[in-house]
């Protein structure tokens, strides 16, 4: 069945980066795209991006532009988010998400916590 | 960026209750609106994509309407494993956008 496997949890210090990966399986990695959405403590959802994996074609939040980028790896069909300059408000769990034409978000991983803490 | 507000942002209910939560666009969406579950220490599941149609293996219970600004998710016969938060979201444009959540108590 479809999986997307996450990388296990981070601890950064303000200033460093973080390369969260998510590996897909149990589909044909390249019909959907990869989304990417943040959730913050206690805190709703906020989208940050979206890669299409046929092209690599990117979509960034404006929030995060210039700080973040979105990679995927054909070969092991794993997607990667690679964010910069941490700051303690991008504490959050974040979950790659299989999306149809970045529309429909259908199947989450089960998040990767990054706590920013000096 | 198109803003989505829920109400309420919390509600208490029974179990067997008919349960419905809006979700208000700041512009026309058409029917570009999607439902999701998020049960706690869970990552968010899709119930609902395009306003009204239900998700591979979410129960009938769930149903969605809608179109425009103004959308609803009804759960009919409330279950104790409904026991979630909810959030609507946008698909009409980027930045793609949540609605607050709406937390259900039973």
């Known amino acids: 069945q479809v999986q997307l496997v996450q990388s296990g949890a981070e601890v950064k210090k303000p200033g460093a980066s973080v390369k969260v990966s998510c590996k897909a399986s149990?589909?044909?990695?390249?019909?959907?795209?990869i989304t990417w959405v943040r959730q913050a403590p206690g805190q709703g959802l906020e989208w940050l991006g979206r890669i299409n994996t046929n092209n690599g074609n990117t979509q960034y939040a404006q929030k995060i532009q210039g700080r973040v980028t979105m990679t995927t790896d054909t070969s092991t069909n794993t997607a990667s988010l690679d964010l910069r300059s941490l700051r303690s408000d991008d504490t959050a769990v974040y979950y790659c998400?299989?999306?149809?034409?970045?529309?429909?978000?259908?199947?989450w991983g089960h998040g990767t916590l990054v706590t920013v803490s000096s | 960026d198109i803003q989505l507000t829920q109400s309420p942002s919390s509600l208490s209910a029974s179990v067997g209750d008919r349960v419905t939560i809006t979700c208000r666009a700041s512009q026309s969406i058409s029917s570009y609106l999607n439902w999701f579950q998020q049960k706690p220490g869970k990552a968010p599941n899709l119930l609902i994509y395009?306003?009204?149609s239900l998700h591979s293996g979410v129960p009938s219970r769930f149903s969605g309407s809608g179109s425009g600004t103004d959308f609803t998710l009804t759960i009919s016969n409330l279950q104790p494993e409904d026991l979630a938060t909810y959030y609507c979201q946008q698909s009409y444009n980027t930045p793609r956008t949540f609605g607050q959540g709406t937390k259900v108590e039973i």
């Open positions: 149990g589909y044909t990695f390249l019909s959907y795209g």
């Open positions: 998400v299989r999306d149809w034409s970045g529309e429909i978000f259908d199947w």
């Open positions: 395009a306003a009204s």
